[in-house]
């Protein structure tokens, strides 16, 4: 799984409640990423960093940031999590940018009640 | 707006049997195409990347075509076999950007005994 694994797997929480998903990396990728994946759509980016405290937003950022304090670990907190924030969320690295295959992690399960 | 979409939105073959998996795309400027193939509950596996210039792509039993002047592309899968049972994605990157990426939704795939 190139190196990837995200804690946790699965989690439920309440609404409300703050959430920090860890997506962690042995291959030293300079660029992480955060997608959701939802019923009806495509892979949707969240935040993506492309360095040590160098991170950007994506298509569907609101109500989530990041932190990348050290090159193997891109966190993902949900400050209040809501309902609609109900989904499997995906890691994914890569050496190069957007331009080269990415590498997905197992994914964290969410449900928000 | 970058789009891809993909058809049909499921498919289900007896083994043994090949299938043929579509994929249009409105994304510019063009960088590359890849398929990725993603089982149940896990995280989604490259199986082919290519760029303008390439027409044609083979990973085992798995072949990718892409027409850059029709935007489309194609991934036919030989000799069906039961692990093939899963979700294809096509995914287009636009040149320049880390976030440059547009995911279809998918083709879920059952190949039955």
């Known amino acids: 799984d190139a190196g990837i694994t995200q804690s946790p797997r699965h989690k439920v929480t309440e609404t409300g409640t703050p959430v920090t998903l860890r997506c962690h990396q042995t291959e030293n990728h300079r660029y992480m990423y955060w997608y959701r994946q939802d019923p009806g759509h495509g892979l949707r980016l969240i935040h993506y960093s492309y360095g040590v405290k160098d991170t950007d937003k994506g298509e569907v950022s609101d109500g989530y940031s990041v932190s990348r304090s050290k090159t193997e670990d891109f966190l993902l907190t949900l400050e209040s999590a809501t309902s609609s924030q109900t989904s499997v969320y995906f890691c994914a690295i890569n050496q190069a940018g957007a331009e080269e295959t990415q590498y997905f992690g197992p994914g964290t399960r969410l449900l928000v009640l | 707006k970058n789009q891809v979409e993909q058809s049909p939105q499921s498919l289900i073959i007896l083994e043994g049997k090949n299938c043929t998996l579509q994929?249009?795309?409105?994304?510019?400027?063009?960088?590359?195409l890849r398929w990725y193939k993603q089982d149940t509950g896990r995280g989604p596996v490259s199986l082919t990347i290519m760029t303008f210039s390439e027409n044609t792509k083979s990973n085992g039993r798995y072949t990718a075509t892409l027409d850059a002047d029709t935007k489309q592309s194609s991934l036919h899968i030989t000799a069906s076999q039961l692990s093939d049972s899963a979700s294809y994605i096509c995914v287009v990157s636009a040149r320049g950007g880390a976030d440059g990426l547009t995911f279809g939704k998918g083709t879920h795939l059952i190949i039955q005994p």
């Open positions: 994929c249009n795309y409105t994304v510019s400027p063009f960088s590359n």
